[in-house]
């Protein structure tokens, strides 16, 4: 059972850009802060972003900071990462997740528990 749905991913050359999506029927996304997660074959999970229902503030993680941005669009229940100047080391699966109560300030230490999406590659390669 898909909670959210990602949707955007595909190859890519080193320097191009994507835009990833993230959605649901089920709920309000308005009301959530949302994350986003990447996960590489023998990597560990890594937090990219977030950006919070509250305040709209957001997150990013160092290694991406300056080239992607996360924001929403509340008339489709769309959450954004638009992904810029993308690298080799970009390549993952990414996932978009939300609950109730996560503070986008710790997102790795306490990630959501409850919404996740089934993921959507990204492949950065020339």
């Known amino acids: 059972q898909v909670q959210l749905e990602e949707s955007g991913g595909g190859l890519v050359q080193p320097g191009g850009s994507l835009r990833l999506s993230c959605t649901t029927p089920?709920?309000?996304?308005?009301?959530?802060?949302v994350a986003w997660f990447r996960q590489a074959p023998g990597k560990e999970r890594e937090g990219v972003s977030c950006?919070?229902?509250?305040?709209?503030?957001?997150y990013y993680a160092d290694s991406v900071k300056g080239r992607f941005t996360v924001s929403r669009d509340n008339a489709k229940n769309t959450v954004y990462l638009q992904m810029n100047s993308l690298k080799p080391e970009d390549t993952a699966v990414y996932y978009c997740?939300?609950?109730?109560?996560?503070?986008?300030?710790?997102?790795?230490?306490?990630?959501?528990?409850?919404?996740w999406g089934q993921g959507t590659q990204v492949t950065v390669s020339s």
């Open positions: 997740a939300t609950d109730f109560f996560f503070d986008c300030g710790n997102i790795d230490a306490s990630p959501p528990r409850d919404y």
């Open positions: 089920e709920f309000t996304l308005d009301l959530y802060n």
């Open positions: 950006i919070s229902h509250r305040d709209g503030g957001t």
